[in-house]
């Protein structure tokens, strides 16, 4: 039974700029938000407010959030690691922040510099800051289907650290395969393991795509009840600090399989492919969507 209607949430602007080598201007960011802003997908994580020298790519998360045209029907959202980020994504006055953290020990220590035990309290204070201030709020869970350093990772911990989050007030959770190793099986296994226990009516999966089998995933994950799914137009993307993350599963691709099911998703694929062309060329190399390889043939 396949869901007749799919949420999508564009990170291209945060995961896919955040791994390229070569610096995009702030206001090609700007009008690249703006153009995704009118393609009819409701959500768009913008950057992150980390530290600069963790992710160059983003430092100029301030500017970018302050200079984007506001679509009101259209949430923009950020990532936020602690309190300091949180601050500047109150400030420059985000819709919804987004914490983060990993089901991997090793993966958390090289990404945020904490033991999963440190990171526990430090989210905990954002989440209720967060929401204190009216913002919705997102969390992330890193490494759930295999590590770049600890390799397979249990359900279990994944379980745990999920229940953590929603425990302290998260609206959304995010399951990332944040290196792109999940198989169709192994999502199928995993899921079928958290049915009923993970609230999947307010879960999203976030694949990667780096061996192709992304849409597969999805299809598993449709079939599992799953209705919200994070993707990167034009399938930019990756982790700076797991290495052998490639770019996001493809918005473009995503919506074109979604379209061609007869499931619903709110989003033209002509604006779609014009934002996807914008970017391929700022970045100034070839995006790896077949949406996007296809019109690169014409
Ligand atoms: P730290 O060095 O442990 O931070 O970094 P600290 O609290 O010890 O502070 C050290 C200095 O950093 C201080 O400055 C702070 O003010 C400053 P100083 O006093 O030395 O001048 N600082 C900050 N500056 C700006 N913004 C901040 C901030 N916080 C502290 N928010 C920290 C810890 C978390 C900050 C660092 O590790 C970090 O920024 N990490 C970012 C990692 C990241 O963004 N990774 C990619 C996103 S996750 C991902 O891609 C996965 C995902 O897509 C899902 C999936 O695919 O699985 C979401
Ligand atoms: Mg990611």
């Not at 967060?130 to 969390?139: D, E, I, L, N, P």
Request: proline share 4%; with cysteine.
């Amino acid at each position: 039974q396949l869901p007749k209607q799919v949420t999508i949430r564009e990170v291209g602007p945060r995961d896919g700029l955040q791994n390229q080598s070569e610096e995009v201007a702030t206001a090609d960011k700007v009008e690249w938000i703006n153009r995704l802003s009118e393609t009819g997908l409701r959500y768009i994580e913008i950057s992150s407010f980390v530290h600069p020298k963790w992710i160059p790519q983003l430092k100029d998360a301030r500017e970018v959030a302050g200079a984007i045209r506001r679509d009101p029907g259209v949430t923009y959202a950020a990532l936020v690691p602690n309190r300091k980020g949180l601050g500047a994504a109150i400030e420059k006055n985000v819709d919804e922040v987004s914490v983060f953290m990993s089901a991997s020990e090793t993966h958390n220590q090289k990404n945020i510099n904490k033991s999963i035990t440190e990171t526990y309290p430090v989210l905990e204070e954002v989440v209720q800051e967060a929401k204190q201030a009216g913002k919705t709020v997102r969390g992330y869970v890193s490494t759930v289907f295999g590590c770049p350093y600890e390799g397979d990772i249990d359900p279990e911990a994944v379980f745990r650290v999920s229940e953590r989050l929603l425990e302290m007030g998260i609206d959304e959770l995010s399951l990332g395969d944040t290196i792109g190793v999940a198989d169709p099986k192994q999502v199928d296994e995993f899921l079928t393991a958290m049915s009923g226990r993970l609230p999947f009516s307010r879960t999203a999966m976030h694949f990667h795509n780096t061996s192709g089998m992304a849409l597969a995933n999805v299809l598993v994950s449709l079939n599992h009840g799953i209705t919200i799914f994070d993707s990167s137009l034009g399938g930019l993307g990756g982790c700076p600090y797991a290495e052998g993350a490639s770019g996001n599963l493809a918005t473009d691709d995503l919506v074109h399989m979604l379209s061609r099911m007869g499931i619903e998703t709110g989003i033209d694929e002509e604006k779609l492919a014009d934002a996807a062309a914008y970017i391929q060329e700022k970045v100034h190399g070839e995006l790896p969507s077949h949406r996007v390889q296809i019109a690169n043939r014409k």
